[in-house]
């Protein structure tokens, strides 16, 4: 069984208490930015082993006759196809996806907002596409000296150019596909339209990280700074929170660089602000439902240690810049952590070794690793999975348990009929040939029983993945990480 550290139904019910009280505390309309997924919260959930994916979702729900929702997404990351790591796909595609998820909870989608907006033909595809769904969609723009220059913010040539969006409930949640689209900007801009519209309205944020009661240098906030690398977001001691309070607690540069701005505009619109610091505005629970702060920084410490791969992939990739991979070895530093924490980087390294050829390890619950090498037939991964579900179901190493009567008319079908060069299996096409032969084998309806023991267990590859074996394992939960090598170093498009 996977070690839980965090409390989730207590989570829940304190959470829930302070989003009513502040609710109450405004009256009127409240904006509330929520800050990192509602759905499918991954990091949360690795940091913090026992946070639910859907734990900000599940709150909502329980509001939800006083909800709208806002999406803002910033038309910089659409022209950009900025990629959403955690599920492989782009900001645009995750925002129709978020938009059907929460339809089908019952949550009514206001509006969508494209922040940043310049015109990019990209955007304005997207937009055409949205309102063809009969979607509403404004344009908020960048403001020239924002954040720093306050009365220029706050006027008619700064929040006042951005469209305001027209709003029904008072409870508007806005969130957004990702970090850095552009959510406070959005609530901020909503609060000045509304004092010009004579409409009482505040403001509150609904932030889980960096968790304001834990340390400064605790691994779950540098974990945080990790995930947050390519926004340069800085962790750092709130100092107006100490002005105010004389207690030291953890904000980031984005929230306090912006602080002056929104306390400039409680002033102008109130005559007074309710917020003395920017962790005022947080209604933040999660550090006082932590139950195990060692399993929560054992688990945070192998979030760095991933990120910092992924950065190494990324730039092996071209995808983002050495200043971005020692951000991620400085954090590693900080954390007192190194690769050699990660037991199965160095099971896959002396797999690949061996083997001379790709491989995968993977460390199950009880502490087992277990190891795949691509071959003739199948790639790393796909060895991999089949191994791991033999050890988990108590089959014989030396008993298939896929025929190679299904196996060959698959590879057949691949090179003969669909041109490919690469007659390996994917894991995706492994899997499928398992659930077909678990129809008639019971063996294989064993093996198949036990994928879902795989959730976030952790795993390392000695190459950088397929896109199609990546995207397996991100759907089984799967925590995996790569060393920085090309399957093929001769090549630079990989499939």
């Not at 955007?123 to 720093?148: C, D, M, W």
């Not at 917020?275 to 209604?283: E, F």
């Not at 797999?351 to 790393?380: C, N, Q, R, W």
Request: hydrophobic content about 40%.
């Amino acid at each position: 069984m996977k070690k839980i550290g965090f409390d989730n139904a207590k989570y829940l019910k304190m959470q829930s208490e302070n989003i009513r009280k502040r609710i109450n505390q405004f009256g009127g309309k409240l904006y509330l930015e929520f800050g990192g997924k509602i759905f499918d919260d991954c990091h949360a959930s690795r940091v913090l082993p026992g946070f639910a994916v859907d734990a900000k979702l599940q709150l909502l729900l329980e509001l939800k006759d006083q909800v709208e929702m806002i999406i803002v997404i910033n038309s910089d990351d659409i022209e950009n196809n900025k990629i959403r790591a955690d599920l492989g796909i782009t900001y645009d595609l995750d925002v129709l996806r978020l938009i059907d998820a929460y339809r089908s909870k019952g949550l009514y989608i206001g509006s969508i907002v494209l922040s940043r907006f310049n015109s990019q033909p990209l955007a304005i595809k997207f937009e055409n596409q949205l309102k063809s769904f009969g979607i509403a969609v404004y344009h908020h723009y960048t403001i020239p000296g924002y954040p720093s220059d306050v009365d220029y913010v706050i006027s008619d040539e700064g929040y006042g150019r951005n469209d305001y969006i027209k709003t029904k409930k008072e409870l508007v949640v806005v969130t957004a596909p990702g970090p850095g689209s552009g959510k406070m900007a959005t609530c901020l801009s909503q609060l000045y339209h509304d004092y010009k519209n004579g409409i009482k309205s505040g403001y509150a944020k609904f932030e889980t990280f960096p968790i304001w009661n834990l340390p400064l240098k605790h691994p779950v906030n540098l974990a945080y700074e990790a995930a947050t690398t390519d926004l340069n977001d800085v962790n750092m001691i709130d100092p107006f929170h100490l002005e105010a309070y004389g207690e030291a607690v953890v904000n980031y540069n984005r929230d306090i660089d912006i602080f002056p701005v929104l306390k400039s505009m409680f002033i102008k619109i109130y005559g007074s602000s309710p917020y003395s610091s920017p962790t005022d505005m947080g209604v933040n629970m999660a550090g006082y439902c932590i139950l195990d702060n060692e399993v929560v920084s054992k688990a945070a410490e192998q979030e760095i240690i991933r990120r910092y791969f992924h950065a190494l992939c990324q730039h092996k990739l071209g995808l983002c810049s050495n200043t971005i991979v020692s951000k991620n070895e400085l954090l590693l530093k900080s954390a007192g952590v190194n690769i050699s924490d990660r037991p199965v980087v160095e099971a896959a390294i002396k797999k690949f070794e061996e083997a001379h050829s790709s491989a995968i390890a993977i460390e199950l619950y009880d502490g087992k690793i277990i190891t795949g090498k691509s071959s003739e037939m199948l790639s790393a991964t796909s060895a991999m999975l089949l191994n791991s579900l033999k050890y988990l179901s108590n089959i014989p190493d030396d008993l298939p348990i896929i025929s190679e009567n299904v196996l060959k008319p698959i590879i057949d079908l691949k090179m003969s009929h669909f041109g490919s060069k690469r007659p390996k299996l994917r894991a995706d096409e492994i899997l499928l040939a398992l659930s077909i032969t678990a129809t008639t084998s019971p063996v294989a309806k064993r093996a198949l029983d036990h994928l879902e023991e795989l959730r976030f267990c952790e795993a390392h590859s000695s190459k950088i993945l397929s896109v199609s074996d990546e995207k397996i394992l991100k759907r089984l939960n799967v925590n995996l990480t790569c060393s920085p090598n090309l399957r093929d170093e001769n090549k630079i498009f990989h499939e």
